[in-house]
């Protein structure tokens, strides 16, 4: 069993920046895939971007590419979302998901998720 906590959320001007941290218990952290989707209030949750494993590849979404970078600190079992050029789209509650199978591109299917931070970009 993986636990995995997300944070780092908030309230933010569109065109600014914010960036959310993920902390998960892997014993290897390295090793395992870990990645972002996000869920807005009537919408279906989607899939924001994964890093594959460190040193591996990393996949984003269309609508975050140019403006969201995933990054690794292994010696703190934790991933980043770096956002930067927030649009008000981009509100939503955004849930880190670690472990499971990535296939390529915008295709993960994670096996442990997090509990979620909510994202609000104002206009």
């Known amino acids: 069993q993986v636990r995995v906590a997300e944070s780092g959320g908030g309230l933010v001007q569109a065109g600014g920046s914010l960036r959310l941290s993920c902390a998960a218990s892997?014993?290897?952290?390295?090793?395992?895939?870990m990645g972002w989707f996000r869920q807005a209030p009537g919408k279906e949750r989607e899939f924001v971007a994964v890093?594959?494993?460190?040193?591996?590849?990393?996949y984003y979404a269309d609508s975050v590419k140019g403006r969201f970078t995933v990054s690794r600190d292994n010696a703190k079992n934790t991933v980043y979302l770096q956002m930067n050029s927030l649009k008000p789209e981009d509100t939503a509650n955004y849930y880190c998901a670690a472990g499971g199978t990535v296939y390529s591109s915008s295709s993960y299917y994670p096996s442990y998720w997090g509990q979620g931070t909510q994202v609000t970009v104002s206009s």
């Open positions: 890093n594959t494993r460190s040193g591996g590849s990393t």
């Open positions: 892997a014993r290897t952290f390295s090793s395992y895939a």
